[in-house]
């Protein structure tokens, strides 16, 4: 059987990815394609199709979704690799790299120079043998704020699940990593869901900090959190005592008695991460929340931020493979010698 690629607009890709979509995963969103596949503040994404030549139809799709990062500053392209789809009677090895292949070069033309994403255990394989190589993956962490879900489950006595709720509660109140960071300085909290000027200019101030990190715009964050058509997100800040200086904020969504962080970023010459996460936690244990969850791929330094804010690691729950194209300005070197981070938001 022989494959051929095309990269179609995308009001002629809108239809047979809708197909391929309803065929692997069950219902379509039209308001999801025109959000990440038109809307996005970085481009339109780019498609492309595994054609069946003998019949002409599309049996394969894959797209790259411009992510724009920074890498000590400068502006880097990236393209998100998602809506991985290939139709059931066509799913082995040879179309799967075929497609990926197709996507790979399509995205060059893009002036895309690096491609990345979280592959799961059946496209693995895959994505390693068309040249994808494996960084440091996303790690899950969690902070535990009240009890009472954990003590319910292992305790059926009454009275002795609100004793020990009581006496487990104050321990974690009185963790003193939770309170590390706070300090004496004068700051505001609020608590929104839009983002304004303010966030540029905080992003402004700490772009260059990082080896690769995903470039945290208000455009950008207004598109992938307050427009996004699948999830409610609220934005948690902290700000100067007259609110005109933005010093850290954190991205999060709820989810039954979980807060889930999804972006955060700090001025760690005015906030440490500590501090900013430490405000986040008594915020949502206020709110009657029972623990804060992030998942985050970065370098250790940041992952010993949370350790010291009191999150334990739980380990890789999501790999993540990058595919240097020519002229990228990054390297798996580049990661392991500085500080980076991505986090679910610089995801599909």
Same mark, same amino acid.
């Given at each position: 059987?022989?494959?051929?690629?095309?990269?179609?607009?995308?009001?002629?890709?809108?239809?047979? #990815?809708?197909?391929?979509?309803?065929?692997?995963?069950?219902?379509?969103?039209?308001?999801?394609?025109?959000?990440?596949?038109?809307?996005?503040?970085? %481009?339109? /994404? !780019?498609?492309?199709?595994?054609?069946?030549?003998?019949?002409?139809?599309?049996?394969?799709?894959?797209?790259?979704?411009?992510?724009?990062?920074?890498?000590?500053?400068?502006?880097?392209?990236?393209?998100?690799?998602?809506?991985?789809? #290939?139709?059931?009677?066509?799913?082995?090895? %040879?179309?799967?790299?075929?497609?990926?292949?197709?996507?790979?070069?399509?995205?060059?033309?893009?002036?895309?120079?690096?491609?990345?994403?979280?592959?799961? /255990?059946?496209?693995?394989?895959?994505?390693?043998?068309?040249?994808?190589?494996?960084?440091?993956?996303? !790690?899950?962490?969690?902070?535990?704020?009240?009890?009472?879900?954990?003590?319910?489950?292992? #305790?059926?006595?009454?009275?002795?699940?609100?004793?020990?709720?009581?006496?487990?509660?104050? !321990?974690?109140?009185?963790?003193?990593?939770?309170?590390?960071?706070?300090?004496?300085?004068?700051?505001?909290?609020?608590?929104?869901?839009?983002?304004?000027?303010?966030?540029?200019?905080?992003?402004?101030?700490?772009?260059?900090?990082?080896?690769?990190?995903?470039?945290?715009?208000? $455009?950008?964050?207004?598109?992938? *959190?307050?427009?996004?058509?699948?999830?409610? *997100?609220?934005?948690?800040?902290?700000?100067?005592?007259?609110?005109?200086?933005?010093?850290? *904020?954190?991205?999060?969504?709820?989810?039954?008695?979980?807060?889930? #962080?999804?972006?955060?970023?700090?001025?760690?010459?005015?906030?440490?991460? $500590?501090?900013?996460?430490?405000?986040?936690?008594?915020?949502?244990?206020?709110?009657?929340?029972?623990?804060?969850?992030?998942?985050?791929?970065?370098?250790?330094?940041?992952?010993?931020?949370?350790?010291?804010?009191?999150?334990?690691?739980?380990?890789?729950?999501?790999?993540?493979? !990058?595919?240097?194209?020519?002229?990228?300005?990054? /390297?798996?070197?580049?990661?392991?010698?500085?500080?980076?981070?991505?986090?679910?938001?610089?995801?599909?």
């Amino acid at each position: 059987m022989a494959y051929a690629f095309a990269y179609p607009s995308l009001s002629q890709a809108e239809s047979p #990815i809708a197909s391929l979509w309803t065929g692997a995963f069950g219902e379509f969103s039209t308001a999801r394609f025109a959000w990440i596949y038109r809307d996005n503040p970085a %481009g339109a /994404s !780019m498609v492309c199709f595994l054609v069946d030549t003998d019949t002409g139809q599309p049996v394969g799709s894959a797209a790259t979704f411009p992510r724009v990062l920074s890498t000590s500053g400068a502006s880097l392209l990236a393209g998100i690799a998602g809506d991985f789809m #290939i139709a059931q009677n066509h799913r082995s090895a %040879g179309p799967a790299m075929s497609l990926q292949r197709g996507l790979l070069a399509g995205s060059e033309q893009r002036s895309i120079r690096l491609v990345y994403g979280t592959p799961n /255990s059946k496209s693995a394989p895959v994505v390693r043998r068309v040249g994808y190589q494996s960084a440091p993956g996303f !790690m899950s962490l969690s902070l535990p704020l009240r009890a009472e879900v954990f003590v319910r489950k292992r #305790i059926r006595h009454l009275w002795l699940q609100r004793t020990t709720i009581l006496a487990a509660n104050a !321990m974690l109140r009185l963790d003193p990593r939770q309170w590390k960071g706070l300090g004496f300085r004068a700051r505001r909290t609020f608590d929104v869901d839009s983002f304004d000027t303010r966030f540029d200019e905080l992003w402004s101030r700490i772009g260059a900090r990082y080896s690769l990190v995903g470039e945290k715009r208000a $455009e950008f964050l207004n598109w992938r *959190y307050s427009a996004s058509p699948l999830t409610r *997100y609220r934005v948690f800040g902290v700000a100067s005592r007259d609110e005109d200086r933005i010093d850290g *904020y954190i991205v999060y969504r709820i989810d039954d008695t979980s807060a889930h #962080i999804a972006d955060f970023a700090h001025d760690s010459e005015n906030l440490a991460l $500590e501090g900013l996460l430490a405000r986040f936690s008594a915020f949502q244990r206020r709110a009657g929340v029972n623990y804060v969850r992030a998942t985050v791929a970065a370098s250790a330094d940041v992952l010993d931020q949370f350790g010291r804010a009191g999150f334990r690691n739980h380990g890789e729950v999501s790999a993540l493979a !990058m595919f240097f194209l020519p002229g990228c300005p990054v /390297s798996l070197e580049t990661l392991r010698s500085g500080s980076w981070y991505l986090v679910p938001g610089d995801n599909d």
